[in-house]
């Protein structure tokens, strides 16, 4: 009986000893083709590095220059990638996506139907970068796959908004109108605005956070041609989309009539008092700068703050405070004090 457990633990450990060397062997192997790979890569990179950079520059194509193997490709890719980090003129990035096209497109169309989601990925930010629109075709095939992931699929959707696909509308109100607030505004962010009036259009028949994304985009644009819209949003919304709006006119800087919005001031809403309070800044309305030094001592901190702020918009604001504050017996704010908005006041 020990003879055989001898020999059985013998036999096991000669197999994972075996074992343990063909995967010594693989590895060593793996590391030296990589090692060959990765120099083969700096190789094309360093040949082909300036004659890159002059068609970037001025224009052409070089026959030299002409990958076909999957290294020469990625060789091609990391350089493209880098140029695209750098570059700043509209020439020089219209080149570089025409040069991305005629060397990367057909490899990308590949890359999209990989089944390694890492390669789907690495492609679809590559097309991204290098602005590859002749392949929207390729990236909406991609997005209406159902094993899809929902990483792809945002990257998909927001690629499709980059160039300006004319069913995204649809793709988002009817296919994909379960995504949040801040993927939908990382899509629209990207339209312009011929595509992005078709959301205006139908803001009332979208889902809230649609809706809330609307009005986040509108806010980074700040486009004085969606006043009109806006001031209707306020007029006749409620809750977060009503300060959403708000939040919007505020970054716009202009509205057609301030009284009603002077009357927020009085919200019972701390966030509405303080919304209120940076358009009354932003605007400079003098009819809401006494209200303004009364929020000074708002109980929500938030209020008292970015009503400070909102006073130090106006001409001389902060000393017209000050008088304010001593004619009607009350207190200055310690934080203007010990931020020194205001000096020698007593």
């Not at 068609?55 to 052409?60: D, T």
């Not at 990391?78 to 700043?88: C, D, G, H, R």
């Not at 996506?97 to 005629?102: I, N, Q, T």
């Not at 009085?266 to 209200?291: C, P, Q």
Request: positive net charge; aromatic residues 10%.
């Amino acid at each position: 009986m020990l003879r055989n457990e001898l020999f059985f633990l013998t036999i096991l450990t000669i197999t994972i000893l075996g074992l343990l060397m063909v995967l010594l062997i693989y590895l060593t192997i793996r590391k030296a083709i990589d090692i060959k790979n990765r120099k083969a890569i700096e190789q094309y990179i360093e040949n082909y590095q300036s004659i890159l950079f002059t068609m970037l520059m001025e224009g052409g194509y070089s026959r030299g220059m002409n990958p076909k193997s999957v290294l020469e490709r990625k060789a091609t890719e990391k350089l493209l990638s880098m140029y695209s980090k750098v570059l700043e003129g509209e020439d020089e990035k219209k080149r570089l996506s025409e040069l991305a096209s005629m060397y990367l497109a057909e490899y990308y169309h590949k890359q999209l139907k990989s089944k390694k989601w890492s390669q789907r990925m690495n492609t679809l930010y590559h097309i991204e970068d290098f602005k590859l629109s002749l392949l929207i075709d390729d990236i909406h095939k991609l997005s209406q796959k159902k094993r899809i992931s929902h990483e792809e699929l945002i990257h998909t959707l927001r690629i499709l908004a980059l160039f300006q696909y004319e069913n995204l509308f649809e793709m988002l109100t009817i296919h994909y109108n379960s995504l949040s607030e801040f993927e939908y505004r990382n899509i629209l962010v990207r339209l312009e605005q011929q595509q992005f009036e078709q959301f205006i259009l139908h803001f009332h028949k979208s889902s809230p956070p649609l809706q809330k994304a609307i009005l986040d985009v509108i806010s980074m644009k700040k486009e004085i041609n969606y006043l009109s819209f806006l001031e209707n949003i306020f007029s006749t919304c409620k809750g977060e989309i009503k300060l959403r709006a708000l939040k919007a006119l505020t970054e716009i800087g202009y509205v057609k009539n301030s009284d009603p919005y002077l009357e927020l001031l009085y919200s019972t809403k701390w966030e509405e008092r303080m919304v209120a309070a940076k358009l009354v800044g932003s605007l400079k309305e003098v009819k809401g700068i006494s209200r303004l030094i009364e929020l000074l001592h708002d109980q929500t901190w938030w209020v008292r703050s970015q009503a400070g702020q909102a006073i130090c918009q106006f001409p001389n604001g902060p000393r017209f405070c000050v008088k304010y504050l001593k004619h009607q017996r009350m207190h200055l704010p310690r934080t203007w004090l010990g931020n020194g908005f205001i000096k020698g006041y007593k």
